[in-house]
T-cell receptor, first 107, second 111 residues
């Protein structure tokens, strides 16, 4: 079983839509959680850390559910510029990257 | 702060040639990493280092070597390039508890 699993998508949504991605992890002792964004042919960039109490950054909300071992990313009012691949990252002594979920926001 | 820088941006190699991909960070991070990413695929860890003088293999180390003589630099050496090494190579750095920060990548084609 992979340490981190994500639905590869693609998620095709219209502008203005709300979209959510989940990411499951296998190790219940995982320590830190992050969401990254990767544009086509570019490096991954940190979008936000995920805290136990949940956290929000503008249109983006990240949540952690330790009991069910998943993290989520909610994007409200999607913009064309949100089109990218979203990677979840979980740490347990080392970093484990998911393979990413592709989001296409259409006009 | 330049963050993580990588050179070259692009390179074409012939089969059997060798080259070194350079990676430098100016954030005083102890941890540094090399990944490769094939088209449409996820990141695969090649090698990592937890400090100067200490390196360890990741999941796909064959065909590569690394060294870490300073905190700032973490070069990746390809010996006897093969078409299977055609990929995008990303270097990253972090502290023990921080997220990783990535360089812009090197696009390598082996023909």
């Amino acid at each position: 079983r992979k340490e981190v699993e994500q639905d590869p998508g693609p998620f095709n949504v219209p502008e203005g839509a709300t979209v959510a991605f989940n990411c499951t992890y296998s190790n219940s002792a995982s320590q830190s959680f992050f969401w990254y964004r990767q544009d086509c042919r570019k490096e991954p960039k940190l979008l936000m850390s995920v805290y136990s109490s949940g956290n929000e950054d503008g249109r983006f909300t990240a949540q952690l559910n330790r009991a069910s071992q998943y993290i989520s990313l909610l994007i409200r009012d999607s913009k064309l510029s949100d089109s990218a691949t979203y990677l979840c990252v979980v740490t347990f002594n080392k970093f484990y990257f998911g393979s990413g979920t592709k989001l296409n926001v259409k006009p | 702060n330049a963050g993580v820088t990588q050179t070259p941006k692009f390179r074409i190699l012939k089969i059997g040639q060798s080259m070194t991909l350079q990676c430098t960070q100016d954030m005083n991070h102890n941890y540094m990493y090399w990944y490769r990413q094939d088209p449409g695929m996820g990141l695969k860890l090649i090698y990592y280092s937890v400090g100067a003088g200490i390196t360890d293999k990741g999941e796909v180390p064959n065909g590569y070597n690394v060294s870490r003589s300073t905190t700032e630099d973490f070069p990746l050496r390809l010996e006897l390039a093969a078409p299977s090494q055609t990929s995008v190579y990303f270097c990253a750095s972090s502290t023990r508890d921080s997220p990783q920060f990535f360089g812009p990548g090197t696009r390598l084609t082996v023909l």
